[in-house]
């Protein structure tokens, strides 16, 4: 007979955030964020390393939030996706016994505001958000660009982004023949080209 299966989250004497998978429960069919209950459960899968789990009231503003499954930067204590954390507030203790912080956020890939309210004791979802620099090779009829890695190799998943200003940079930067470097922002299992760089003439 082989040796006993041993259970690691058992016996490792703490959780990484690579071996759980936080989920908050938010109910949206009805407007009432206030009297919301959030829950959280575990899951040894491939999807927690895109999320670490950090209590509400220690997330501050210009900081990264989970809200509706997209990556959000926070403009306010509010929160979002994967959204930066635009802008954050923390009510008085509530008639649930609270404190609350009240999120808002952008999305960092398609620009919309999300909000949500969440007490300060509880635990969010906070997305790991990478920026990794790549020199443009090409960008094909189809909005497709080709980037050059570090290791020689070339990605050509990507597409041109949306932003109005930054696909302008990029296609007359590269038309003029200069040698372009775009930063790609990587959240959630996402990716979009974000900034550019101009490193001068080829």
Known sequence: MGAPIVNALSNSGGT??????W????????????DEEHHFESKADAGASKTYPQQAGT??????IVIKGRACKLTCNA??????????????TGKHGHAKCHF???????????EDIVPSSHNCDVPHVTRTDYQLI???EDGFVSLLTDN??????????????????????????????????SAMGEEQICALKDIGPR
């Open 104 to 114: 808002v956020g952008i999305d960092i890939f398609n620009g919309k505001k999300l």
């Open 138 to 140: 090409d960008i094909s």
């Open 23 to 34: 989920h908050v429960g938010i109910s949206s069919s009805k407007g009432n964020m206030s």
């Open 79 to 92: 929160g979002c996706l994967s959204y930066m954390v635009v802008e954050v507030s923390t009510s008085k």
């Open 152 to 185: 020689g190799s070339t990605k050509d998943d990507l597409k041109l982004p949306t932003d109005e200003a930054l696909l302008a940079q990029i296609k007359d930067g590269f038309a003029e023949g200069k040698d372009l470097v775009v930063s790609v922002m």
């Open 59 to 64: 997330i501050r503003k210009n900081g990264y």
């Open 16 to 21: 990484s955030a690579s071996q759980l998978r």
